[in-house]
Each structure stands twice: as C-alpha cells, then as structure tokens.
C-alpha cells in the first residue's frame, strides 16, 4: 500500500510561516492528485489546497494568495508553503495523495496522512 509521512507543522506566531511536507512511498504504480485537508477542533474537514499531476492548482478561498501548493514528483512528495498565517489557521492538517498501486489495477484510492499539528498564537 502507500504510506505517507508528514512533517513541518509547529507553534508559530500570526504573520509566520510554516512549510509541510508529505512524502508517499510504497508500492506506487500512479499518483494522480495530491493535496492538504485541514481540520479544527469541533469542525469537519476541509479541503485546503490540491495539486494535479499536470500541475492544476485549487485553493480554498481562505487560503488564496497566503498558501501555495507545490509537488516534486520525483520524490513522491507535496509541500505546503504556508505565509501570513492566522489563528483562524490552526488545525491538524493532513496529507492526501489519490493514487494506484500496483496491485489496485484501474482503481484509483485516497490515501491520507497522519496529520501534524498547526497552531497559530496571537
């Protein structure tokens, strides 16, 4: 299966940055989408920002010209750039990545991080 693994977030005053790191491995025959997904206590999950393999590019709208998505498909990794941050910013954020592997066929699966910790102080 595909196993992700991510880092970068912390404690960081408003106005500070932050940058995430996710990195897929396993066996990978394909990986399509990847992006973040956020989470506050008492919230659902939202989409944070996505990434095609073509290099398509989708925000939420909360996020637009703080926050930008990159990916190094060499390395099977997505990144988060995080600027400017707000408190309304903190949550736990998780790595997705949709991807076949080599036993899944046509079948494209989610695949999620363990999520890291973002919390962002005033």
């Known amino acids: 299966q595909v196993q992700l693994v991510e880092s970068g977030g912390g404690l960081v005053q408003a106005g500070g940055s932050l940058r995430l790191s996710c990195a897929a491995s396993g066996s990978i025959f394909r990986i399509s989408d990847m992006g973040w997904y956020r989470q506050a206590p008492g919230k659902e999950r939202e989409l944070v920002a996505t990434i095609a393999s073509g290099g398509s590019l989708n925000y939420a709208d909360s996020v637009k010209g703080r926050f930008t998505i990159s990916r190094d498909n060499a390395k099977n990794t997505v990144y988060l750039q995080m600027n400017s941050l707000k408190p309304e910013d903190t949550a736990v954020y998780y790595c997705?990545?949709?991807?076949?592997?080599?036993?899944?066929?046509?079948?494209?699966?989610?695949?999620w991080g363990q999520g890291t910790q973002v919390t962002v102080s005033s």
């Open positions: 997705n990545v949709k991807a076949r592997t080599f036993s899944s066929g046509v079948y494209t699966r989610d695949y």
